[in-house]
């Protein structure tokens, strides 16, 4: 979508600290980390949110997933992390690019909500 943050991301028109890239799905840190270790992982087919997401997309979903904690695991998260998928207006998702979040490095504070 010519008018999305990622996808420009994806694009290359705007740049990212990119950590992982294939056909599918793009890595890249956080621009304004909440931990010592904050990246994203996206898929680089356009989804406004999770409720755009169907049967066809588990494969993708799940390598989302996957791809996450592999990346966590070369970054040394060997102590845990945690995965957010924020969603929609009440579940504070800002950018309209379907993303899952990866935070670790240190204790994170709980709760969730
Ligand atoms: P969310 O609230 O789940 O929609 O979070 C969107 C995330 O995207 C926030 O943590 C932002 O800091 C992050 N973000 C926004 N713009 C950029 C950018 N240009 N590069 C990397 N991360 C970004």
């Known amino acids: 979508m010519s008018d999305c943050l990622f996808c420009k991301i ?7 600290d990119t950590i ?10 956080d621009i304004a980390p909440q931990a010592p270790t904050h990246f ?9 949110d999770l409720g755009e997401i169907d049967a066809d997309d588990d494969r993708l979903i799940g390598k989302i ?6 990346l966590a695991a070369k970054e040394g998260l060997d102590n845990g992390y945690r995965v957010i998928f924020n969603n ?4 504070c998702q800002i950018v309209f690019h379907v993303h899952m ?3 670790g490095g240190r204790k994170l504070r709980g ?3």
Request: charged share 25%; no cysteine.
């Open 10 to 16: 994806i694009n290359g028109d705007i740049p990212a």
């Open 65 to 70: 997933v996957r791809t996450g904690a592999e």
């Open 111 to 113: 709760p969730l909500g």
């Open 20 to 29: 992982y890239e294939d056909d599918e799905v793009l890595a890249f840190r």
């Open 101 to 103: 979040h990866i935070l």
């Open 88 to 91: 929609g207006p009440d579940g």
């Open 40 to 48: 994203l992982v996206i898929p680089k087919k356009h989804y406004n």
